[in-house]
């Protein structure tokens, strides 16, 4: 069974980068689409970014685009969001998932995703 652990959150400051990671086991890493959503406190889960299996093509929000960088390390089974110039509505709980079916676009929409982590809390301030 696939599981996923996310690091890498925390209390920054507008304009500040970050970098998540999220750690993959329990199957083969190569055989997953990889992305991010996110989750403001009464908000509903939005999708940020996400990649193909072998990397080679990521596909983002409109609201992160440009700011983050989603990417993946094979050898350390790692999926990863670089996050530059942070702002407020960026704070929220992020999730990493994956999926052995759905291309990045679909990603961003497809319900019941194979697996997702726990979340790690990311806080900008203003």
């Known amino acids: 069974q696939v599981e996923l652990v996310e690091s890498g959150g925390g209390l920054v400051q507008t304009g500040d980068s970050l970098r998540l990671s999220c750690a993959f086991s329990?199957?083969?890493?190569?055989?997953?689409?990889m992305g991010w959503f996110r989750q403001a406190p009464g908000k509903e889960r939005e999708f940020v970014a996400a990649?193909?299996?072998?990397?080679?093509?990521?596909y983002y929000a409109a609201s992160v685009e440009g700011r983050f960088t989603i990417s993946r390390d094979s050898a350390k089974s790692t999926l990863y969001l670089q996050m530059n110039d942070l702002k407020p509505e960026d704070s929220a709980v992020y999730s990493c998932?994956?999926?052995?079916?759905?291309?990045?676009?679909?990603?961003?929409?497809?319900?019941?995703?194979?697996?997702w982590g726990q979340g790690t809390l990311v806080t900008v301030s203003s």
């Open positions: 998932t994956a999926d052995q079916v759905a291309a990045v676009r679909a990603m961003a929409t497809k319900v019941n995703l194979d697996a």
């Open positions: 329990g199957g083969s890493f190569s055989s997953y689409t």
């Open positions: 990649v193909t299996k072998s990397g080679s093509s990521t």
